[in-house]
């Protein structure tokens, strides 16, 4: 799911994007937990494509989310929080 959402991305498909990120991130929050790295990523992932739909609001609540659950968890100057 995550990667055809990509696809639809590369096509600049968002709104489908979009509804398959959205699936991809609250599974993988039910199944592996909210500070996953692999549920941050699928939360980064959706912060972009609202990002190319101009939906700069809920771009920057995702990826403010993602950057403090990464400090918590990996500290300041980890590799993953720095490209948060």
């Given at each position: 799911m995550a990667n055809l959402a990509a696809t639809y991305c590369n096509q600049e498909r968002w709104n489908e994007a979009e509804g398959l990120q959205i699936a991809v991130m609250e599974a993988r929050k039910r199944l592996l937990g909210?500070?996953?790295?692999?549920?941050?990523?699928?939360?980064?992932?959706?912060a972009l494509t609202y990002k190319n739909q101009g939906r700069w609001k809920e771009a920057?609540?995702?990826?403010?989310?993602?950057?403090?659950?990464?400090?918590?968890?990996?500290?300041?100057?980890?590799?993953d929080t720095l490209k948060a």
């Open positions: 909210e500070e996953h790295p692999d549920t941050l990523g699928s939360m980064g992932n959706l920057e609540g995702l990826e403010m989310a993602v950057m403090k659950a990464r400090k918590r968890l990996l500290g300041e100057e980890h590799p």
